[in-house]
């Protein structure tokens, strides 16, 4: 479970706000990419975002790109989740294989305001705040696995060492 507040923003929030196409061909470590999350479209971010913190948003988050540095900025910021309506598909993959929950809950995303206090229940499904309790579209088994260790690269190494052993 993890506890944060909410960043809340609206429809077609797409990875060029999120991480911005200047850096694309950039390399730079985690801890800078986090520098410039969001920056085109909250220039305040980068600032003030705390790990445990959660983006909601509306529809269709991350469309554009399929760069995974969209997604690799935000866990880099500590951002636990991001919950929307819906999902650009590339986004939605790249974020689970690097890590980073990807949870679906209109209900949530229409009650909760920016600055709100949430807790994230991956294991239940739940997002707690003070307005409420709101259900999420529930994460295989496999998905909730990648997630834990941290995305598919060392979810693939764990399964790899516990078939060897």
């Known amino acids: ?8 923003y609206g ?4 990875t ?3 991480f911005p196409g200047r850096y694309t061909y950039q390399i730079m470590p985690p801890e800078e990419m986090a520098k410039h999350a969001m920056e085109d479209l909250d ?3 980068a ?13 269709n988050f991350g469309c554009g790109s399929s760069r995974e540095q969209a997604a690799a900025c935000l866990k880099a910021a500590g951002i636990q989740a991001v919950v929307a309506k819906s999902f650009a598909r590339i986004y939605f993959r790249n974020a689970i294989n690097l890590g980073l929950a990807v949870l679906q809950s209109e209900e ?3 009650a ?4 709100d206090h949430v807790d994230v229940d991956l294991l239940r499904g739940e997002i707690r705040s003070a307005k409420g309790t709101f ?7 496999s998905v909730l696995g990648i997630i834990e260790a941290g995305g598919l690269i060392e979810y693939t190494k764990r399964k790899l060492e516990q078939e060897q052993e």
């Open 43 to 45: 220039p305040g971010f």
């Open 108 to 110: 949530a995303v229409d």
């Open 11 to 14: 429809d077609n929030v797409n």
């Open 47 to 59: 600032a003030g975002v705390k790990p445990g913190d959660v983006i909601l948003a509306g529809k």
């Open 1 to 8: 479970m993890s506890h944060g507040i909410v960043w809340k």
């Open 112 to 115: 909760l305001e920016s600055g």
């Open 16 to 18: 060029d706000v999120i």
């Open 135 to 141: 259900r999420f579209l529930p994460l295989p088994a």
